[in-house]
């Protein structure tokens, strides 16, 4: 995207002029692919327990838009609440960034979530969550590479981002694990084997 980008824009000086108004059109399309993704990856769980208890197929469409509302409003307490520093990190920590690589990064994130939201949809019948932390690092990471090379790349955050990544399964499941164990003499098997 970022030499695509950079070919267009050495070639036809209209671009160039154009690009913030580029980059505010990305990061819509960025933030429309976000929501797309981060609202499946926030309900869908509920909807999977919601089936099961009243059994059948998903609940009903009010049941949906409300799940979806409840989403949203999480999103945007988290964002409110954390955004600021994580806006920091990938913002300034990761690579150096100007209109045009910004406008590569952005519109290199929202194909390839949007691309997991909907296209797998279409050809599977189904999403496929994928992280957009993940995907928005890597696009950043990506731009940074094709315009710097690998000196324009802050290699201490992009290690701890990728620590802390994998830390985050490891103790997501163990405490999933420890508070199964707890809740199971209360609660029994959660799905019964069918007879």
Request: charged letters at 5%; glycine letters at 10%; one cysteine or more.
């Amino acid at each position: 995207m970022y030499k695509v980008l950079m070919v267009a824009a050495t070639k036809y000086d209209a671009i160039s002029r154009v690009m913030p108004s580029l980059l505010k059109l990305a990061l819509c399309y960025s933030a429309y692919a976000f929501g797309a993704n981060d609202i499946g990856n926030a309900t869908g769980v509920y909807t999977t327990i919601a089936m099961m208890i009243l059994g059948g197929g998903p609940p009903e469409y009010n049941v949906m838009l409300l799940l979806a509302a409840f989403g949203s409003l999480g999103i945007a307490i988290g964002g409110l609440w954390l955004g600021p520093r994580v806006i920091t990190t990938v913002a300034f920590k990761i690579t150096r960034l100007n209109p045009l690589t910004g406008t590569a990064a952005q519109v290199a994130h929202g194909v390839v979530v949007h691309s997991f939201a909907t296209v797998t949809y279409i050809m599977l019948g189904y999403g496929i969550p994928i992280s957009t932390s993940l995907a928005s690092v890597g696009a950043l990471v990506g731009v940074g590479f094709a315009s710097y090379g690998s000196s324009g790349i802050n290699r201490r955050t992009t290690t701890v981002l990728l620590l802390i990544w994998m830390a985050t399964v490891l103790v997501t499941a163990i405490l999933t694990y420890v508070l199964y164990l707890i809740l199971f003499p209360f609660t029994g098997p959660i799905i019964k084997p069918k007879p």
